[in-house]
């Protein structure tokens, strides 16, 4: 795949720092990242550190350019896949609104046609001005995006909204608007991820081993691929996916629940999570003393969420995984047939480099006229997008 092309135009306010660790990220996820800064920029940051973070040279003047380009504000903006400036001072934000064209940022602005990402930095009171919010109004009905400033403890010592959003929010931002295809545009997707936990007393508990990547991974990927994207997940360790609809729960009895509750308006439900079959028939209401004899936990049948799921499939596609340690498509095949479900992934978790907690998977895909689809390792992103892949094509996606 060829290179994602990325502008970043930085203007001159306090943030314009932070747009050294972006334009360090956006290289490190191989995308071409050309910087253009606005000559108040360079009072705060050097040139030089977005010289050797994009390897690219910087671009400060339309009429003196370097670089090998004779006319840069239109041979850039035709480059770029996507335009995003970080930080956008009131300054640059009014010059967008009103079609000024007094500096090589400003110019592009005015030739590049494609998405415009804006992530707007500045003193609470300036943000908060008629002024700034008309402009922002009229750039957001022009189909600029922006990246809403976060609240907190601003530079000049305020406490406020208009602090940069996090430089990750503006990654994944980035990262959206870059990926294509959007196969799962205006579709909404359910994640099941982690492990659920079942309470014996209020300080102990039942667990798995699921670390919640799978799923994690699953959630993104929906996302990236334009879904709306619900995740539900058993406790992990894990940052919750940007642009994803987090839910947290213990219990296989809380997980099932909020499953159920977005069941309805759901296109695909993918169960990546390791559910508890059993759950402690009378959990202790205080913490169980220690005593000279052995401690029987009485187990009780926990509901199988994905079987009542398959039962009550009308639209919906549904993908289970199978967690196996023998048997593995055997057992997989009958999983798929009980549950009703659409595909199931086979998973073998007694390998140290596929299944619970480790980065990548390796899986077998069954599908319900019997065709199997062995893939071989790979990251547990890549197999999340092929998940999606094969998904989008099944006929009874296509058909609703
Ligand atoms: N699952 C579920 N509810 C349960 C148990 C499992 O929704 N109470 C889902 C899992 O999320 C997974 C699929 O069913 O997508 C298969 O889970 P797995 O643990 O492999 O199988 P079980 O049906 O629980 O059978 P067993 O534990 O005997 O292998």
């Known amino acids: 795949m060829a290179k994602k092309k990325v502008m970043v135009g930085v203007t001159g306010g306090i943030a314009a720092y932070k747009a050294a660790d972006l334009v360090s990220s956006l290289v490190k996820q191989d995308i071409d990242v050309q910087v253009i800064m606005t000559e108040k920029a360079e009072s705060f940051i ?41 930080p956008a001072t009131a300054n640059t934000l009014a010059k967008l609104a009103w079609g000024l064209a007094d500096n090589l940022l400003s110019s592009i602005a005015l030739v590049y046609n494609k998405t415009l990402l804006i992530a707007p930095a500045m003193n609470t009171n300036m943000y908060n001005h008629p002024a700034v919010q008309e402009n922002l109004a009229t750039l957001r009905r022009r189909g600029v995006r922006i990246i809403e400033p976060a609240s907190g403890r601003l530079a000049c010592g305020a406490t406020g909204v208009g602090k940069l959003a996090p430089v990750e929010d503006i990654v994944a931002a980035i990262r959206w ?46 996302w990236l691929r334009g879904a709306d994207v619900v995740l539900i997940s058993g406790p992990v360790g894990l940052a919750p996916p940007f642009g994803v609809t987090c839910h947290y729960v213990e219990s296989a009895a809380q997980m099932r629940q909020l499953v159920l509750d977005h069941y309805e308006e759901a296109d695909i439900v993918v169960k990546a999570a390791a559910v508890a079959d059993y759950r402690v028939a009378n959990p202790g209401t205080q913490k169980i003393k220690k005593t000279d004899n052995d401690l029987e936990l009485l187990l009780t049948k926990n509901p199988d969420i994905l079987k009542e799921l398959g039962e009550k499939k009308r639209h919906q ?51 319900p006229d019997g065709k199997q689809e062995p893939l071989p390792l790979m990251s547990k992103e890549s197999l999340a997008h092929h998940i999606f892949q094969v998904v989008e094509q099944l006929p009874r996606f296509k058909r609703n």
């Open 46 to 86: 050097s040139p030089l550190t977005f010289e050797a973070l994009s390897g690219n040279p910087v671009w400060q003047d339309e009429f003196s350019p370097g670089g090998g380009l004779s006319v840069p504000h239109v041979q850039l903006a035709e480059q770029a896949d996507l335009f995003v400036i970080v």
């Open 177 to 222: 608007h870059l990926f294509e295809p959007k196969g799962l545009q205006g579709k909404k997707v359910i994640v099941t991820a982690g492990g659920t936990r079942e309470a014996i007393d209020p300080v102990r508990f039942i667990g798995n081993r699921s670390s919640g990547k799978m799923g994690f991974a699953l959630a993104e990927a929906a």
């Open 317 to 367: 596609v549904l993908i289970g995984f199978a967690a196996e340690t023998e048997e593995l498509l055997a057992n997989a095949q009958e999983k798929l047939v009980k549950k009703n479900l659409d595909l199931i992934v086979a998973n073998d978790v007694t390998r140290q480099d596929a299944g619970f907690n480790a980065d990548t998977n390796e899986v077998t895909l069954l599908f």
